[in-house]
């Protein structure tokens, strides 16, 4: 296990390949990160750089790769070009934004990865079950006559700061997730919730990339609360690093801590977290990822957080309906969604459509005939179960007690998606109903990954625990 941070410290002079090639006539560039987690790229060099590189200030696009000397950079968007003239002497400087750069350490091509730790923003005050014992050095320097001597120590630290989740699945065997020490951070800035996520092989090798964000959206969920990924760090065995990327990056529900949908420790701990709680659940998120679009569905919860609070809720409903979308797709579920049976209904349209064919052919609807067609097309939908009522069905299908609460809940996702105006005086009544609608998202989804924990009711004052089945309180009760 190695909890050193990304090995470069930023900001950072990194050598390119190709001199000249980022814009101007410059050996280097200096990368660095901006307040908002996002890399900037600076180069100057005498003379007038290359203008039809930087021709439309502040274009998005794809953006270029930059070769360094032992990396690239991906994603490399020139923002910003200017030149200056000093007498005859010309100054060019280049300002640009990218995606990424990585920077390679171990030049052995057999090096065979065994673990990619990924550094993370935002990770929020947890208690964690396991410890990782550290060294920081200690320097002092004093002063004696016109010489300074400087002292060297150690001083040992330790505290319980990362937990270790059992997963066992062909491309990762565990998990473990954490906090870092703010003085163990090297970004050239405060880096709110230093954190870290290491993945371990397994017998098929390691997760790609797909299954990486996978496990960050559900770790998401689990915390209440958006992650960054600032980079990674790919060890081979013996924690010989072999290669490292940093990335721009974006927490989605900005920063801060949010609220954690349910009690993940077997103790009763309300900010405790236990590997084992968490690995069943884990495994069922990415089992039922593809078929449910899990990622998306979490991703709009978290957008809730930070939206204006008339749109709040018409974020977190999308993510209901996700789930209640995926819910119906699968198989044995999806004859629920049917007003009749499908065998049944295609003899009532076989019937229906020979009767807009007769009103086709009459002579008084001629000059309608396209509606009517139109119209004969929408008859698939009539069979479907209208949102509201399968919503209701979503709800007793999972075996979840629903009462007003919920259903007031549901409506407030109705008026955020279609933008119904509120007095400013409701605005408390609004963020009540998101709350609301925000926890019902946490039941519904807690039930499909068969968890088997209590959630907090952020719809009652307090916050109380209550099995997932039980109905949420209204507020003060």
């Given at each position: 296990m190695n909890f050193e941070w990304l090995p470069a410290p930023l900001p950072q002079d990194l050598a390119l390949s190709t001199p000249g090639s980022i814009g101007v006539a410059s050996n280097t560039v200096k990368v660095y990160r901006t307040p908002n987690l996002e890399l900037a790229i600076e180069a100057d060099a005498d003379g007038d750089g290359k203008q039809e590189e930087a021709a439309v200030p502040g274009t998005r696009s794809t953006g270029a790769t930059l070769q360094l000397v032992r990396g690239e950079i991906t994603g490399y968007k020139i923002i910003h070009h200017k030149t200056e003239t000093k007498g005859e002497r010309k100054h060019s400087f280049i300002k640009g934004e990218a995606d990424a750069f990585s920077l390679l350490y171990n030049p052995d091509a057999q090096a065979e990865c065994s673990t990619i730790t990924e550094w993370l923003a935002n990770v929020p005050r947890r208690i964690w079950e396991r410890r990782t014992d550290r060294q920081k050095i200690i320097t002092t320097r004093r002063q004696r006559d016109d010489a300074g001597i400087e002292n060297q120590s150690k001083s040992e630290m330790f505290g319980a700061d990362y937990i270790q989740i059992e997963l066992g699945l062909p491309n990762l065997e565990s998990v473990l997730i954490g906090t870092v020490p703010p003085e163990f951070v090297t970004e050239g800035l405060k880096i709110e919730g230093p954190g870290f996520v290491e993945y371990r092989r397994g017998p098929s090798g390691l997760p790609d990339e797909s299954l990486r964000r996978t496990v960050i959206r559900a770790i998401e969920f689990l915390f209440g609360s958006g992650l960054g990924v600032l980079g990674r760090s790919e060890?081979?065995?013996?924690?010989?690093?072999?290669?490292?990327?940093?990335?721009?990056?974006?927490?989605?529900?900005?920063?801060?801590?949010?609220?954690?949908?349910?009690?993940?420790?077997?103790?009763?701990?309300?900010?405790?977290?236990?590997?084992?709680?968490?690995?069943?659940?884990?495994?069922?998120?990415?089992?039922?990822?593809?078929?449910?679009?899990?990622?998306?569905?979490?991703?709009?919860?978290?957008?809730?957080?930070?939206?204006?609070?008339?749109?709040?809720?018409?974020?977190?409903?999308?993510?209901?309906?996700?789930?209640?979308?995926?819910?119906?797709?699968?198989?044995?579920?999806?004859?629920?969604?049917?007003?009749?049976?499908?065998?049944?209904?295609?003899?009532?349209?076989?019937?229906?459509?020979?009767?807009?064919?007769?009103?086709?052919?009459?002579?008084?609807?001629?000059?309608?005939?396209?509606?009517?067609?139109?119209?004969?097309?929408?008859?698939?939908?009539?069979?479907?179960?209208?949102?509201?009522?399968?919503?209701?069905?979503?709800?007793?299908?999972?075996?979840?007690?629903?009462?007003?609460?919920?259903?007031?809940?549901?409506?407030?996702?109705?008026?955020?998606?279609?933008?119904?105006?509120?007095?400013?005086?409701?605005?408390?009544?609004?963020?009540?109903?998101?709350?609301?609608?925000?926890?019902?998202?946490?039941?519904?989804?807690?039930?499909?990954?068969?968890?088997?924990?209590?959630?907090?009711?952020?719809?009652?004052?307090?916050?109380?625990?209550?099995?997932?089945?039980?109905?949420?309180?209204?507020?003060?009760?």
């Amino acid at each position: 296990m190695n909890f050193e941070w990304l090995p470069a410290p930023l900001p950072q002079d990194l050598a390119l390949s190709t001199p000249g090639s980022i814009g101007v006539a410059s050996n280097t560039v200096k990368v660095y990160r901006t307040p908002n987690l996002e890399l900037a790229i600076e180069a100057d060099a005498d003379g007038d750089g290359k203008q039809e590189e930087a021709a439309v200030p502040g274009t998005r696009s794809t953006g270029a790769t930059l070769q360094l000397v032992r990396g690239e950079i991906t994603g490399y968007k020139i923002i910003h070009h200017k030149t200056e003239t000093k007498g005859e002497r010309k100054h060019s400087f280049i300002k640009g934004e990218a995606d990424a750069f990585s920077l390679l350490y171990n030049p052995d091509a057999q090096a065979e990865c065994s673990t990619i730790t990924e550094w993370l923003a935002n990770v929020p005050r947890r208690i964690w079950e396991r410890r990782t014992d550290r060294q920081k050095i200690i320097t002092t320097r004093r002063q004696r006559d016109d010489a300074g001597i400087e002292n060297q120590s150690k001083s040992e630290m330790f505290g319980a700061d990362y937990i270790q989740i059992e997963l066992g699945l062909p491309n990762l065997e565990s998990v473990l997730i954490g906090t870092v020490p703010p003085e163990f951070v090297t970004e050239g800035l405060k880096i709110e919730g230093p954190g870290f996520v290491e993945y371990r092989r397994g017998p098929s090798g390691l997760p790609d990339e797909s299954l990486r964000r996978t496990v960050i959206r559900a770790i998401e969920f689990l915390f209440g609360s958006g992650l960054g990924v600032l980079g990674r760090s790919e060890f081979a065995s013996g924690d010989r690093l072999i290669r490292a990327e940093y990335t721009s990056t974006y927490i989605p529900g900005g920063v801060g801590a949010g609220h954690r949908p349910a009690l993940l420790h077997p103790e009763n701990w309300q900010d405790g977290l236990s590997g084992a709680t968490i690995a069943p659940i884990l495994r069922r998120f990415i089992e039922l990822e593809p078929s449910y679009d899990l990622n998306k569905a979490v991703w709009l919860y978290l957008h809730g957080r930070n939206s204006p609070l008339e749109m709040a809720a018409g974020y977190v409903g999308a993510a209901f309906e996700i789930l209640r979308r995926g819910f119906y797709e699968q198989p044995e579920n999806e004859a629920r969604s049917r007003l009749m049976p499908k065998d049944r209904w295609q003899l009532v349209g076989k019937e229906v459509r020979r009767l807009f064919a007769d009103l086709a052919q009459r002579e008084t609807l001629s000059e309608y005939s396209d509606e009517i067609q139109e119209v004969e097309r929408r008859l698939a939908e009539l069979n479907k179960v209208s949102g509201t009522k399968l919503s209701r069905l979503f709800l007793s299908d999972l075996h979840l007690q629903y009462g007003d609460v919920e259903i007031k809940a549901l409506q407030a996702r109705n008026e955020a998606a279609h933008a119904m105006r509120f007095n400013t005086s409701e605005g408390f009544e609004k963020l009540w109903a998101y709350r609301a609608l925000q926890t019902l998202f946490g039941r519904v989804l807690l039930r499909l990954l068969a968890a088997q924990v209590h959630y907090f009711d952020y719809s009652t004052v307090g916050h109380p625990l209550r099995a997932l089945e039980t109905q949420q309180g209204a507020m003060g009760t």
